[in-house]
């Protein structure tokens, strides 16, 4: 594994694997990284000749600045889990390098696809994460880019910027990771007491509970009936949203709808936990 620090070293690197005619994956990530980024960047490297990771806690994509102050930050535990890996960069870019002006997002049209879900309850949160995927992808100009589904709201609004602007870029979907006990990874996990972990299960355990009652219960009674098994446990439900999984639009009957997707967010001693699963 190769360590760079700045967007000209990156580029110095990248021009000799391009002029090669060898393939790039780019994993971006907020460090603090665990077995669902290793699995992105495992994936990665056995469809491309180069694996790029960035580490990169982006200021702008946080509409709360307890949020970014909290976000967990070990970049040299990160290291010594990439080390050992061939043919990986890692790109760890300082704020100037990616905001050299001001640190702001840009306005792009995401479509609605921002407005919802994640966007409603974390307004300018989308704006943040499209303006630094965008920078990151004029960047690297990798040939194919990795998400996790865990973010699946993110997933499809980086589809959207992809087919907008940077068409030759390949966006993959890698299925959400969990642990043992079907807890979704999350960086945000380390957060919480292993006691606290345990309660968590109850998003999973709802959400595969909800898979079952298709088509047999509307979506809307599926979703009160989830609000209501949530009430008197240690999470407090932010919402929950069954979607068409390609506009994000909530749907009110299972007709005429290709797939269909159920979102949770919920908090638990001060952390904000997602999770999702797709429906049919
Ligand atoms: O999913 C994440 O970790 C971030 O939103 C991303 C894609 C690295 C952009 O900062």
Avoid at 14 to 27: C, M, P, Q, R, W
Avoid at 214 to 238: C, M, R, W, Y
Avoid at 267 to 279: A, C, P
């Amino acid at each position: 594994m190769r360590i760079v620090r700045s967007r000209s070293a990156l580029s110095e690197q990248l021009n000799a694997i391009k002029s090669d005619g060898e393939s790039v994956g780019f994993v971006p990530t907020m460090g603090a990284l665990h077995s669902g980024h290793l699995a992105l960047v495992k994936h990665a490297a056995l469809e491309n000749n180069h694996v790029v990771i960035s580490i990169f806690v982006n200021p702008t994509q946080f509409n709360n600045p307890e949020d970014l102050k909290k976000y967990p930050r070990d970049v040299d535990a990160d290291i010594k889990k990439l080390e050992e890996l061939q043919d990986v960069i890692l790109f760890l870019p300082a704020v100037s390098d990616l905001y050299p002006k001001e640190v702001r997002s840009k306005l792009i049209d995401l479509n609605g696809l921002d407005k919802v879900m994640e966007g409603e309850f974390r307004p300018g949160h989308f704006d943040g994460v499209a303006t630094v995927v965008s920078k990151f992808f004029e960047i690297v100009q990798p040939t194919r880019a990795y998400f996790g589904e865990k973010d699946f709201q993110q997933l499809q609004i980086i589809r959207l910027i992809s087919k907008n602007q940077f068409p030759g870029i390949q966006i993959i979907g890698h299925p959400v990771e969990r642990n043992r006990d079907g807890l979704a990874l999350s960086s945000r996990n380390q957060l919480l007491s292993q006691e606290d972990q345990k309660k968590a299960l109850l998003i999973f355990q709802n959400l595969n509970w909800a898979k079952l009652q298709v088509p047999k219960l509307s979506p809307d009674t599926i979703s009160h009936s989830i609000i209501q098994n949530f009430e008197g446990s240690a999470l407090e439900i932010e919402y929950v949203q069954i979607v068409n999984e390609d506009t994000l639009q909530k749907i009110d009957s299972w007709e005429d709808v290709k797939s269909a997707r159920i979102f949770i967010a919920a908090h638990i001693s001060g952390v904000r936990l997602i999770d999702n699963v797709s429906l049919f």
